[in-house]
């Protein structure tokens, strides 16, 4: 099992950053694959970037140049760096840990991008 929470959401501008985290417990973190999923409003969940256990990375390449995931197992801490954020990056951000096809999920933290 593997406890985890999201941080780090809010309200800011386009063209703003936000830095999202998300803390695990529970589990040794570094054997797993996190990933950030975002939903927004009547829209299905999407996967928008994701890391491995070895450090690879990949993003939807609407958030590519923009987002950065990174990981610090020291820390059991997985982040999303948001940069020139836009209003269609509104949506609920989740964080999501994964190993042989068994996934946990976080209960999710709120981004809003608007004026």
């Known amino acids: 099992q593997v406890q985890l929470v999201e941080s780090g959401g809010g309200l800011v501008q386009p063209g703003g950053s936000l830095r999202l985290s998300c803390a695990a417990s529970?589990?040794?973190?570094?054997?797993?694959?996190m990933g950030w999923y975002r939903q927004a409003p009547g829209k299905q969940r999407e996967l928008v970037a994701a890391?491995?256990?070895?450090?690879?990375?990949n993003y939807r390449d609407s958030v590519k140049g923009r987002f950065t995931i990174s990981r610090d197992n020291a820390k059991n801490t997985t982040y999303l760096q948001m940069n020139s954020l836009k209003p269609e990056d509104t949506a609920v951000y989740y964080c999501?840990?994964?190993?042989?096809?068994?996934?946990?999920w976080g209960q999710g933290t709120q981004v809003t991008v608007s004026s």
């Open positions: 890391i491995t256990s070895g450090g690879s990375t």
């Open positions: 999501a840990a994964s190993r042989l096809g068994v996934a946990f």
């Open positions: 529970g589990s040794i973190f570094s054997i797993y694959g």
